[in-house]
Nanobody
């Protein structure tokens, strides 16, 4: 069993930066693909970024490509999402998710474990 805890959310002005962290329990986490998703009010949960178990493969949504960077430190059982040049449309609850597979995926249904989420609000 893996438990995920996100942190690092908050309120930031447009153009600013935040770094989200996803801390996991369980050594198996280091062998799992991990994704970040977000959900804005009234919208479906959407894929933001994902990383394979050793970090060799990353995926990004077109809307964040070039602004967000996903990385992981398996020694710390932690995955990060560095968010730069934030826009008001990035406002959402951000969730970390892990799947019992070393590869990364885009679909929420392909993930087995979810964190509780952290709120990111970008003001204009």
């Amino acid at each position: 069993q893996v438990q995920l805890v996100e942190s690092g959310g908050g309120l930031v002005q447009a153009g600013g930066s935040l770094r989200l962290s996803c801390a996991a329990s369980g050594r198996a986490f280091t062998t799992y693909g991990v994704g970040w998703f977000r959900q804005a009010p009234g919208k479906e949960r959407e894929f933001v970024a994902g990383i394979s178990w050793l970090g060799g493969k990353t995926l990004y949504a077109d809307s964040v490509k070039g602004r967000f960077t996903i990385s992981r430190d398996n020694a710390k059982n932690t995955v990060y999402l560095q968010m730069n040049s934030l826009k008001p449309e990035d406002t959402a609850i951000y969730y970390c998710a892990a799947r019992r597979s070393p590869v990364v995926a885009r679909g929420p249904g392909e993930y087995d474990y979810w964190g509780q989420g952290t709120q990111v609000t970008v003001s204009s």
